[in-house]
């Protein structure tokens, strides 16, 4: 190919800082070093987790950055010592590195890798190292990732090889919204058949909750939301009952008690909201009751009281549905082509980069489920 080994000036959208729109700017995107992929960026979700870092996080040292880290695109070029990619695979850019040799990553316990952006940044969520530059200032790179671009580097550590007939404008999805969702309810909480589940947020992740919690046989899944016209939505993906908190004076994890005789099996928190990681522990049944927390904040404490704990309940985190990347994104790409795993009903919007202002302004409203960003042709 023309560009390898040469600076490529592409588009992007750029982060300049914190609560602003996006800027669709001309960037430099540097040659991969040793041990980097340059990836062309053919599409990418909008995730809520951006939203985040923009309007809520605000780091300082965050930005100027470009967002995205729900890509999918074709390996344009490879640097030295790079052995298991090559220009024209497929691939979708994991934002948890897979090193493969860290205590972390010869666990089966965990999806955590000692390397990456997180390691040290997590706050921040921007890492300092990259290969972008845009009007002579550095521009970061978000999540280890930064899809909202046509052209990014990432750690070879930190790609995954796909099917190459997957379409590249639906995968995307399983970058970080479908995995997370799904692989909470069927590798964090191990949802079992029969169970009883309640997911709080009905947002792409809880939707793939709901999926989750039916892949794994639940016979009944409670979706909570405020806002009713998600529910049809969640019915498609295998909820059997809707609860808008706003419909009632008592607490909602009164509500789920008295619906579920004293409690659900498992609860999976889809929001990011502290009060809402509270609701949905003490919605689950004393003894065995199983909640997990999967929406992102790092902004204010969590809290309980002990006794919803000591009367044995089990509170779980879970990043990226617990999937190691490079293993588990391959095999649910597989289980799409498959039709075992449904990505395309969660496609609510297509636009173009130049549209993701948009994009996120629908995800702000609420207005969405996931809008896909077509960034170059394939």
Not at 144 to 158: D, I, K, L, W
């Amino acid at each position: 190919m023309a560009t390898v080994g040469k600076v490529i000036k592409c588009k992007a959208a750029v982060a300049w800082e914190p609560n602003k729109p996006l800027v669709i700017e001309e960037i430099e995107v540097a040659p991969p070093q040793a041990n980097e992929v340059r990836i062309k960026i053919v599409a990418t979700g909008v995730c809520h987790t951006d939203l985040y870092h923009l309007f809520e996080g605000m780091h300082k040292d965050g930005f100027p950055a470009v967002l995205g880290h729900e890509g999918a695109g074709i390996v344009e070029s490879v640097g030295p010592g790079v052995i298991e990619f090559q220009p024209g695979d497929k691939v979708i850019p994991l934002f948890i590195y897979q090193c493969r040799e860290c205590r972390f990553c010869k666990s089966p316990k965990t999806n955590q890798c000692e390397k990456g952006w997180a390691a040290d940044r997590y706050d921040v969520m921007a890492s300092a190292e990259s290969r972008f530059t845009c009007k002579g200032k550095k521009i970061l790179q978000f999540m280890g990732t930064s899809t909202f671009s046509e052209y990014t580097v990432v750690n070879q550590m930190a790609v995954a090889k796909i099917d190459p007939t997957a379409p590249l404008d639906k995968v995307c999805l399983l970058g970080c919204g479908v995995c997370t969702g799904y692989g909470a309810a069927v590798n964090t909480a191990k949802v079992e058949p029969g169970s009883t589940c309640a997911v709080f947020g009905l947002g792409a992740v809880g939707l793939a909750a709901v999926m989750g919690c039916k892949a794994a046989g639940a016979k009944k899944i409670i979706a909570v939301d405020i806002n009713p016209e998600k529910f049809e939505k969640a019915k498609v993906f295998g909820a059997t009952d809707f609860v808008n908190p706003k419909d009632h004076s008592k607490p909602i994890s009164q509500v789920l008690s008295e619906m579920t005789n004293g409690g659900v099996d498992f609860s999976l928190e889809c929001v990011g909201n502290v009060g809402v990681m509270r609701s949905a522990l003490e919605s689950c049944v004393q003894g065995w009751g199983v909640s997990v927390i999967v929406g992102w904040t790092n902004l204010e404490d969590c809290s309980t009281r002990p006794i919803q704990l000591i009367a044995g309940r089990t509170w779980k985190g879970s990043v990226f549905g617990g999937f190691k990347g490079k293993y588990g994104v391959p095999q649910l790409v597989e289980a799409y082509l498959d039709k075992k795993v449904k990505v395309d009903e969660f496609i609510t919007h297509n636009m173009t980069l130049d549209q993701v202002n948009d994009a996120i302004e629908l995800m702000k409203q609420g207005k969405c489920i996931r809008t896909v960003l077509h960034v170059s042709p394939q």
